[in-house]
């Protein structure tokens, strides 16, 4: 059987680098060298420099280039890490179409760090090809996409603006952290380099910070390949170990999660102290039926409205099951309050113009009985 012929659950276990060819050993070894020896000057060793590249960081490199569907995959020390170093293909003067409410991270890298290397950005809403057209200008070199969006979960149609791009010579990059390639591949639909934040439901644990880039081809593997090695953010090979270990279960958590997820927004809609639920997987999600061409689930991040900052903090503070943090994607349910968290820095009219009112917070649905789950918000709820 060819890894191709595969299908993604057998993927996700026998993804190449499962047993160790020395020695049988049923997980890739952790190799825990900063440096490697020559035995042969004249021949030196594949691996020489862990910066350059070591063998568990590369067992996890293919890994997740194989789940995407794509040429060669990249370790990073964070999401973070992974995508600047993606904007990092662009050069001074360029411009760069992007996703109007991105992770705030991503924002925060293009307004002030990238603008200071005079890497100009547009944020627009994806969910209108037409404010993605017109934002096209004559230096522009790259569109940004993040769908679902966070936290409204705004859908941007990838293969549209994959076209679009592709025609005028733009590079497509997404974040798809959200869905994971078990739900959304990307690649498949044209874009050329994939990223993720594998802190979320890659790794799936709360345990471990990485990120990934995959991209579509060879010859932008090399430029990204360069970047990593020159920039240096690359991720370890304990934290490449752990986020292995996570990634074999990402196909059940992400169904027990996502079943959870639809049962809780169902049940939210029809509580009288919810004003609105926003989850793609909701009959009137605007753009549903465009998350359903290009996805194959809608994942277990659910948002929703309670009226008011005051019923929010109220409720956050009586939950006893989620933990109440930043960060989604893992074991644990989470619930987070962008307008305290995530979203705290934004100017309170620029947040709300974006739908993220003081009433709005964020659950990333577990693995914890859906029940047990729903019984917690009712008695949280019940002001
Ligand atoms: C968390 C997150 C990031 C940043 O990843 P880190 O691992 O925290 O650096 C990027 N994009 C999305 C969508 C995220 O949720």
């Keep these: 059987m060819t890894q191709s012929d595969k299908q993604f659950s057998t993927k996700l276990i026998h993804f190449g680098k499962e047993i160790d060819k020395e020695t049988g050993a049923s997980s890739v070894p952790i190799f825990q060298a900063s440096t490697f020896h020559h035995f042969d000057l004249e021949n030196p060793p594949v691996h020489d420099y862990s910066r350059s590249g070591n063998p568990t960081r590369e067992a996890l490199e293919e890994y997740i ?9 990249f370790a990073f020390a964070s999401g973070m890490a992974a995508i600047s170093t993606a904007f990092l293909l662009l050069s001074a003067g360029d411009h760069v179409i992007v996703t109007e409410d991105v992770y705030g991270g991503t924002y925060r890298l293009l307004t002030t760090v990238l ?7 547009t944020f627009v809403d994806m969910t209108d090809f037409e404010q993605v057209k017109q934002a096209l200008k004559e230096n522009t070199k790259a569109v940004f996409m993040e769908t679902p969006s966070n936290p409204t979960l ?4 990838i293969a549209e603006i994959a076209a679009w791009a592709k025609e005028r010579g733009l590079l497509t990059m997404l974040d798809n952290t ?10 498949e639909l044209g874009v050329d380099i994939v990223i993720h934040s594998a802190t979320k439901f890659l790794g799936g644990h709360s345990d471990v910070l990485a990120g990934l880039v995959v991209t579509a081809d060879e010859s932008l593997g090399r430029r990204v390949k360069q970047l990593q090695n020159g920039l240096g953010a690359v991720l370890s090979a304990q934290e490449s170990w752990l986020l292995m270990r996570g990634m074999k279960t990402l196909k059940v958590r992400m169904e027990a999660s996502e079943q959870s997820a639809i049962k809780l927004a169902q049940w939210l809609q029809a509580h009288p102290g919810v004003e609105k639920v926003y989850y793609p997987g909701l009959a009137d999600h605007p753009r549903g039926d465009v998350h359903a061409k290009q996805s194959k689930g ?7 409205d309670v009226g008011s900052g005051e019923r929010a903090r109220r409720m956050l503070g009586r939950v006893k099951l989620p933990l109440v943090a930043v960060s989604l994607g893992a074991v644990e349910s989470i619930l987070s309050y962008p307008a305290m968290m995530s979203h ?3 100017p309170r009219d620029v947040r709300l113009a974006r739908g ?3 009433g709005l917070v964020r659950y990333s649905v577990g693995l914890e009985d859906a029940d047990d789950l ?9 002001l």
Excluded: C, W
């Design 344 to 346: 705290a820095a934004m």
């Design 356 to 358: 993220i009112t003081d």
């Design 298 to 304: 809608f994942g277990a991040v659910v948002s929703f």
């Design 65 to 73: 280039a194989l789940l995407e569907g794509g040429s060669r995959g």
């Design 154 to 157: 705004k859908i941007t149609d």
């Design 178 to 187: 959200f869905m994971t390639p078990y739900h959304q591949r990307p690649i």
């Design 374 to 382: 729903i019984r917690d918000l009712e008695q949280a709820l019940d």
């Design 115 to 121: 603008n200071r290397l005079n890497i100009d950005s």
